[in-house]
């Protein structure tokens, strides 16, 4: 063990900041990470083991103990269990033998539960090594479990294969692409290298302005002018700077970050590439989700053959002094890791723990120096953008909201997918493009999103009406929006919440309760003004933008779907208690040997 | 008009929170001109003689009989405040919530310090006189319906002060920061 961690150790040169690939590929050598695992990397490193197991103990997917040699995480997000989660979940109990949070016995299976996968249009999906599976079926279950029962390789396990890039040899997933509209920027032909051949006889504030001139705002949700950020990075004292692309996609219901990467990669680096040479960077970071790992293989070939054809590297595209590269930083299951500052402090192999801000990214970023992070669809709107020209880009969408929105849909309608639209669409107009019909509500921009009534269906998708990542749930009138939505959203704040701050700790899991005490009956129309009051102080007390947002679910469907909630509460009385005697009693006096007198 | 009458009680507290009672120092003599005290260890009255107005509650319920108690204020008491972590959240006890009943029971008479290599027989009291373990300790307001939080550990004496004043006199209560202290 010592030896292999040495030499783990040594491939990344002994780096602190580079801990999080350490401890994935010890993980992948050794099954698990253990105390002594980690007091070898510590010492490699020259760190206290307590810096190593803090980092470890962070991430859902560093286990500190075995979690099997084949290791299934089935997926419990909302459209998981939409679409049949339960049936799944029992499935692979039955054919495992094991229990969710375990292991079998011979160490051959774990089976484990993980937020959202970012197969929010194929579900229910589950992980297993690395690998995905989607759309499962008792006995796609079954035929699983038995094959792993025989000993096959993980990639064996599945015959099916995906569309596009999904198939190619280094990819050979089961994943589907699922593009159900192409627009003009993001999914339109483009010949590699044509805008990085472009900037490199434009002067760097002329790249800036060009991004700046084209409106362009950002792609993962809070829509910051991209070439207003890079101005201010461009503009840091220090002069070594860097380029980050969020490749976190962790918000529920998006997964268009992951289709851009499967077939449209190079044109996301390049995009990078771009942003580099405009801010003066000569590094980019792709950090990438762990469930995102399928892609890698494949994601390093493309950088590959980007530098034999001089779009990366030393010298791009001919130019002396275009120098800049491209590595991808794994997370390693945290949804928090999305927020830019999160994502920096575990990309450097910390916990993923949001900064204080300011300062901000594009002064003191990685390693605290000048940095931009961007989206995976910004970066790639910007490769289009240099090739046709910002006046060109601003006569797509709307007057505030330039270009077009790769949607990421799914719930209950005909074609859930990947939409490239342009920015103004309603979402009535979104709702007849996706074949959805009976529809409750829409969850727009993911959980910490809005959920919109029938009423609201002539909002629009701009940033100026509806902003949004691209997260579009479409939920049915059949469903119980309490219990299978507001809640699952709930129970996944509560588990991904970092912790920093109290009330993003505890209001997070008091609310959750809250809202279970009201499904089992035993809510009054107190926890409904509780529910409120307690939300805007968790809103207005946290550090970023996770408990800024997470009780979104809660306010938002208090005030469009008030009477769902009336219906479930009691109106008789203010005060219900649960508690039952004789329950609690039980155990204490059945140890003790006497018998319990209850009066 | 006849005063205000204030009960109070220690359920799974230390009494930490009613010496933070006692701390409001020379204006207990102004408390006692305001109000009347009916069952409270501050005058040993041990059961209800009449309907209170105010009921202070300190500590959380780990046992039946402190389930019992709090009914019997919540009964009794127009008001209920919960004074103190320990009835707000549970408190120290509550550390055991959590741990197995077993356990606690366990090394409560069998392995602790104090008990181990001397309870040889391996008793396990079960008198029908003694309260019952509760399988972990609740917050007051999950057993009945509380009016009132003071938070701290204990609250301080003049938050304590200012709670009762602005009760028993209708006037709205001060809150300077320096008063609420969670710790
Ligand atoms: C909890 C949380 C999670 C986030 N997750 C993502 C994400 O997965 N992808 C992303 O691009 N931005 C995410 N963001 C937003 C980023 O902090 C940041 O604004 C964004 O990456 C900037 O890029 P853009 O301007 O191109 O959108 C998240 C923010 C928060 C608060
Ligand atoms: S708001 Fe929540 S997720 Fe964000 S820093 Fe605070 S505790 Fe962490």
Partial sequence: MKNTLIEIAARYGKDEARLMDILMDAQQALGYISKEAMEVIANELKISAADVEQTVSFYHFFARSPRGKYTIYLNNSVTSVMFGYQEIAEAFVKETGCQFGNTTSDGLIGLYHTACIGMSDQEPAAIINDKVFTRLTPSKVKEIVAGIKAGKKVEDLSVETGDGINAHPLVKSMVKNNIMRKGEVIFADYTLGTSLKKVAGMGTQDVINEVKNSNLRGRGGAGFPAGMKWEFCSKAEDTTRYVICNADEGEPGTFKDRVLLTEKAAQVFEGMAIGGYAVGAKLGILYLRAEYRYLKAYLESVLEEMRKNNLLGKGITGKAGFDFDIRIQFGAGAYVCGEESALIESAEGHRGEPRNRPPFPVTKGYLMKPTIVNNVETFCAVTRIIEKGSAWYTTLGTQSSAGTKVLSISGDCEKPGVYEIQWGMSIKEMLEMVGAKDTMAVQVAGPSGVCLNPAQFDRKIAFEDLPTGGSMIVIGKFRNLIRDVVLNFMEFFVEESCGSCVPCRSLNVVLKQRIEKIIAGNGTMEDLSELERLSKMLSMSTRCGLGQTSSNPILTTLQNFREQYEGLVRKDTDYISTFDMAASVKESCEYVDRKPNIH | ?183
């Avoid at chain 2, 009347?36 to 501050?42: C, G, Q, R, T, W």
């Avoid at chain 2, 009794?76 to 707000?88: F, Y």
Wanted: proline content about 7%.
């Fill in chain 2, 1 to 183: 008009m006849s005063k205000p009458i204030v009960a109070t009680t220690s359920l799974a507290g230390c009494f930490g929170c009613h010496m933070s009672i006692l701390d409001i120092d020379d204006r207990i003599l102004k408390l006692i001109e305001l109000v009347e005290f009916n069952k409270s260890p501050v005058d040993d009255i041990k059961t209800f003689t009449k309907q209170c107005d105010i009921g202070i509650i300190e500590g959380g319920c780990c046992n039946s009989e402190n389930v019992h108690v709090l009914k019997d204020f919540r009964k009794n008491c127009k008001i209920l405040i919960s004074l103190g972590e320990c009835a707000i959240m549970g408190g120290l006890p509550a550390l055991r919530n959590g741990i197995p009943v077993k356990e606690c029971i366990e090394e409560a008479y069998l392995h602790g310090p104090t008990v181990d290599g001397v309870n040889t027989e391996k008793v396990l009291p079960n008198d029908d006189e003694l309260p019952m373990i509760l399988d972990r300790v609740y917050p007051c307001h999950e057993i009945v319906k509380i009016d009132y939080f003071l938070p701290g550990c204990p609250p301080r004496a003049d938050l304590i002060w200012n709670a009762v004043a602005a009760l028993v006199t209708g006037n709205e209560m001060e809150l300077p920061y320096e008063v609420i202290k969670f710790d």
